[in-house]
């Protein structure tokens, strides 16, 4: 019997404050908007005790485990993927020593999608601080020959 008062008293203070809400509103279009989202609440409010006596409960989708066939395409992919990455990489540094520019490091960040495309997000090279006048031309470079933006940082040691 204590639910039933307490739930008698949640709906009182929903009504009043929706009530002062309406109040404070000016009117126009947006006020039938917030009229309908205050009425919404005042629902949720009434319909409160309904939540405890009734359990609602989701059924549970477990995905099933992938097939070998799945497996074979992911690893594939995995596997076409790190030989753009190092292809890439090589290319970047056959590049860059034709123009007598010495890179550091080379990160090449690879990303696939759902149905197996393989997509170069970024490509990353790391020059040593003494060629740093040459940054900007190792850049423009790469720009040139792969298509894509290219970040070219320059050491500090």
């Known amino acids: 019997m204590d639910w039933i008062r307490g739930w008698a008293a949640v709906v009182c203070a ?9 109040y404070l509103m000016p009117e126009g279009t947006p006020a039938r908007t917030f009229r309908l989202l205050v009425a919404a609440f005042f629902l949720c409010c009434c319909l409160y005790p309904l939540q405890k006596t009734a359990e609602f409960s989701l059924p549970s989708f477990e995905t099933p485990p992938p097939t070998n ?3 074979l395409l992911r690893r594939v992919v995995e596997q076409l993927a790190q030989q753009v990455r190092l292809r890439t990489e090589e290319i970047v540094g056959q590049a860059l020593e034709a123009q007598h520019i010495k890179s550091k490091k080379t ?10 495309g393989i997509y170069i997000k970024r490509i990353e090279v790391w020059i040593d601080r003494s060629q740093r006048s040459k940054a900007v031309t190792a850049r423009q470079l790469l720009l040139e020959l792969l298509e894509t933006d290219v970040l070219v940082h320059v050491e500090a040691g």
């Open 69 to 71: 066939e799945q497996l």
């Open 14 to 22: 929903a009504a009043l404050l929706c009530a002062v809400w309406k």
């Open 107 to 116: 990160q090449v960040t690879v990303d696939t999608d759902a149905h197996g």
